[in-house]
């Protein structure tokens, strides 16, 4: 009769290697694992900081190479060569399609008045550059007058007063 079949080996955990350093003059690997089985999340997970060598608990480094990026270490007796992930690109950093001229042009045009249709005529269109214009020069002498007032050691007008 053949032997029993072997039971398969439990998978191992995921490691990760998060770090090389040679900041204390000897070479330290930095790892990650998940937290153990009935932890709680990812409070739980685990961080290493060992020298070539080193042990803690079924893990030992038995290689650092800093030029290549990788780590050997061995796990419950299995070996593995840990490298560095390449870095996914969260949603925040995911480039951005440029817009079409159209929806530019949407995105910044104002906001219709209330009431007013949103074609413009000619002149609603100079209208609306008048009072534009009348406002940027009603703030830049504001602007001025605070400038001028401070120059003199006077209080910063306040409402034009």
Request: aromatic residues 4%; negative net charge; without cysteine.
């Given at each position: 009769m053949p032997p029993p079949p072997k039971a398969p080996e439990p998978p191992l955990p995921k490691i990760t290697l998060t770090g090389i350093t040679t900041v204390t003059g000897?070479?330290?690997?930095?790892?990650?694992?998940?937290?153990?089985?009935?932890?709680?999340?990812?409070?739980?997970?685990?961080?290493?900081?060992?020298?070539?060598?080193?042990?803690?608990?079924?893990?030992?480094?038995?290689?650092?190479?800093?030029?290549?990026?990788?780590?050997?270490?061995?796990?419950?007796?299995?070996?593995?060569?840990?490298?560095?992930?390449?870095?996914?690109?969260?949603?925040?950093?995911?480039?951005?399609?440029?817009?079409?001229?159209?929806?530019?042009?949407?995105?910044?045009a104002p906001p219709p008045l209330p009431g007013a249709s949103v074609a413009m005529t000619p002149q609603d269109r100079e209208e609306r550059a008048l009072m534009n214009e009348a406002t940027r020069a009603d703030v830049q002498q504001r602007i001025q007058g605070r400038i001028r007032s401070s120059k003199l050691g006077g209080p910063p007008l306040v409402n034009g007063q």
């Open positions: 000897v070479a330290r690997a930095l790892l990650k694992m998940p937290p153990l089985s009935g932890s709680a999340g990812p409070a739980g997970e685990r961080f290493f900081n060992l020298r070539l060598g080193e042990r803690d608990g079924d893990l030992e480094v038995l290689e650092i190479n800093e030029k290549s990026g990788t780590v050997v270490v061995a796990y419950s007796g299995r070996m593995l060569t840990l490298g560095f992930e390449p870095e996914k690109l969260s949603s925040a950093s995911a480039p951005i399609p440029n817009p079409t001229l159209v929806s530019a042009a949407k995105e910044l």
